[in-house]
Each structure stands twice: as C-alpha cells, then as structure tokens.
C-alpha cells in the first residue's frame, strides 16, 4: 500500500507563497484598472509633472478662470490676433505708453481733438499762416492785444512806457540895433507828439553832458533821448555863442506836445541852439 506525499508546511514556506500572491495580485490589478478608477484621492502631490501632460492637452476649458496672469505669459506670446475687438481701452493704456512714433500718420483727425486742446504751447514755429486764417478771423480787439506795442499807438494813446524822440533846432539873425547897444532876440517853436499821451508829462530841459534820474541822457549818442515814465526831456547837443537860455512854454506843455522858447544876447549874428528831445507815457 503506498503512502500518500503530505508537505509539512514551514515558515519559509508560507512566505514565499505570500509573497507569490501579492506580486500576481498587484500586477493583475495595475493591468486592470478600470476607466476612471484613478481619481485626484489616488494621485500623489506632484505626481503629475510637466513630462507627464500630452502636448496641446491643456486647453482653453482646462483652465480655471484669471489662472494666466502677467508671469505665466511668455515674451512676445501676446499678438494683434489675440486680442479682442475694443479690448484696449483708455485704462489700460499706461502712462506715456503711446507716443509719436505708436500713431500712424493722419490718426489724429480733427473729430479726435477736444474743444482747447490745441494751446499757443503745442503750435510750432511759423504754425499758422495766412493759409491758416479764415476771413476776418483777425478783429481790431486781436490786433490792439497781440500787436500792442507796436500798433497800440494808431488806434489810441501812446502805451504806458513807450517812447517818442524827436529833433529841434531854433535860431536865426533878424539884426539892428536899439539906443545904441545890440538887442537881444527870442525865437519860438513848438513840437506836436506823433501819438497823443494819456497824460501831460513832466518837463525838464537838460544842459550839454548833464543827465538825471528824469533824464537818464543820451543813450551813448546823439539820436536816443532817454525819458522816464511820465517826463519830458529836451536835451541841448549844440548852441552859438550868442545863446542865453532855452526853456518850454509851461502854457503849451500838454498831453499833445510842448513849446519851446530860446533867447540869444546877439541879434545882429546868427545864433542858434539844437538838440534832441524825448517823452515816455506814464
């Protein structure tokens, strides 16, 4: 009668047999996983890297709402095709962010220009020509402004701190004598302003090389009589021997001119004083 094989069991045994079970099972689980078994529960923090997504598998639906912000777009990733219709709008211009050369020529129509926007300061040299004015766009109330200086005059009294300057020359021989001694003469003349003052001036009459506060002198020569705000200086550059005295007529000396009065001892010679005069409005 033969004996029937009953294998003692040992601990290697049971082992090794453990452990045949558990390689079998695992790798018959891995090869049949379910679709949609792996959740995000069954994947470790960081288990899906960059290597791991498919190319193109992330697309415009997979992103969550503001998940690309400034440092996740790359340089020049932005193109004119990617951005919307009426997307750039006025606040999300920056400062200084548009400049000349940004603007094509002609964008800048005259529809764009706000009401004043274009100041005296943004107007280039010789901007506005002739071309420029439409007609009677220059009035008489532009010209007495901008042109005051030197049109004010025509149109009115002379300014407050302009100058007139002008010449005289009095003198002449009438000759003879009376009882015995030669008699002195007097000559007149009178000077008109070529623009009226709002108010008569000062007067003063100033000797050869003499100069004042009123009367600042000559100017470094002979033809620029200078005058004080609101003065009247004659100034004397040349006279005969036979002169006396040069003086204004207090009774002609007005907003409109003055008169002059010279006196000579000699009246059988020719005598004669000259010399330049000056006014300033007040």
Do not use: H
């Amino acid at each position: 009668m033969s004996k029937r094989f009953i294998p003692k069991l040992s601990y290697s045994n049971v082992i090794a047999t453990i452990a045949l079970f558990v390689a079998l099972g695992g790798a018959a689980v891995a090869a049949g996983l379910p679709k949609n078994s792996v959740g995000p529960n069954q994947l470790k923090r960081g288990a899906v890297t960059a290597a791991k997504i498919r190319k193109q598998a992330v697309t415009s639906g997979k992103l969550a709402p503001g998940a690309v912000i400034p440092g996740k777009i790359g340089p020049n990733a932005v193109g004119p095709s990617n951005i919307g219709n009426g997307a750039i709008t006025s606040a999300k211009i920056g400062a200084g962010a548009v400049i000349a050369n940004s603007i094509k020529n002609s964008v800048v129509t005259t529809n764009k220009l706000n009401n004043g926007a274009v100041t005296n300061q943004k107007l280039a040299a010789n901007a506005v020509n002739n071309s420029n004015l439409a007609n009677g766009a220059v009035t008489a109330s532009k010209v007495s402004s901008k042109f005051g200086e030197e049109l004010g005059p025509i149109i009115g009294n002379l300014k407050s701190g302009q100058t007139l300057r002008g010449v005289f020359d009095l003198g002449g021989n009438i000759g003879g004598k009376e009882a015995g001694f030669v008699k002195a003469v007097s000559f007149r003349d009178s000077v008109s302003f070529q623009f009226p003052l709002a108010n008569s001036p000062a007067t003063n009459v100033m000797l050869p090389g003499t100069s004042s506060t009123a009367c600042p002198g000559l100017g470094g020569g002979s033809t620029t009589p200078q005058a004080a705000a609101g003065q009247l200086c004659v100034y004397i550059t040349a006279k005969s021997a036979e002169f006396e005295d040069l003086g204004i007529d207090p009774g002609t000396a007005n907003r409109l001119g003055f008169g002059l009065l010279a006196q000579f001892k000699n009246a059988e010679v020719d005598g004669f004083v000259q010399g330049v005069w000056a006014v300033t409005a007040p």
